[in-house]
């Protein structure tokens, strides 16, 4: 079993900042991909960010381009979303996703509860 463990949801005003961490635990081979989704009320989950392990890649949503960053640190099996510049829009709860090789036959999907975040004007 995988374990994602997410951290740094809260609530700011338009214009702040936020940093959420997503590590990643228990038996893993290896980690294809990390990301983050996120979810409004009444709205579908949607992909946000993610990044590709083992080339490097990163991939990003058109609604934030420019705004978050996202970054790994292949040693402790994390993600960092840098989310820059929010919005009201943003206000959702922040899922992280991991696609990990748990076995020599096994690639799985995890998620993680998932983190709230909120921007109010």
């Known amino acids: 079993q995988v374990q994602l463990a997410e951290s740094g949801g809260d609530s700011v005003h338009t214009g702040g900042s936020l940093r959420l961490s997503c590590a990643a635990s228990?038996?893993?081979?290896?980690?294809?991909?990390m990301g983050w989704y996120r979810q409004a009320p009444g709205k579908q989950r949607e992909l946000v960010a993610r990044?590709?392990?083992?080339?490097?890649?990163?991939n990003y949503a058109d609604f934030v381009k420019g705004r978050f960053t996202i970054s790994r640190d292949n040693a402790k099996n994390t993600v960092y979303l840098q989310m820059n510049n929010l919005k009201p829009e943003d206000t959702a709860v922040y899922y992280c996703?991991?696609?990990?090789?748990?076995?020599?036959?096994?690639?799985?999907?995890?998620w993680g509860q998932g983190t709230q975040v909120t921007v109010s004007s």
């Open positions: 228990g038996r893993i081979f290896s980690i294809n991909v």
């Open positions: 990044s590709f392990f083992s080339t490097g890649d990163s």
């Open positions: 996703r991991c696609n990990a090789r748990v076995s020599d036959l096994s690639v799985l999907d995890y």
